[in-house]
């Protein structure tokens, strides 16, 4: 008897576009392109003119969670 088992998991490169996230400043409405390539991510602001957002300042942090990248 042969049995056979498929594991389905996320690209070690994979993009993720349009998330959102918090921040501790007063800034809201920012949307963000993240890609990860070779377990190493990177973080642009969506090049959409809505995706700008307002009230962000420089040096604000901004937090994605995780299961908007596919984990937890």
């Known amino acids: 008897m042969t049995t056979t088992i498929t594991i389905a998991d996320k690209a ?10 918090t ?13 990860k390539t070779n377990g190493e991510y990177s973080v642009v602001l969506d090049s959409a003119v809505a995706s700008a957002g307002s009230g962000y300042a420089v040096g604000d942090t901004i937090t994605i969670a995780g299961g908007q990248l596919g984990g937890v």
């Open 12 to 21: 070690v490169n994979a993009t993720y576009q349009d998330k959102t996230g």
């Open 23 to 35: 921040t501790g400043g007063a800034g809201t409405g920012a949307k963000f392109d993240v890609t």
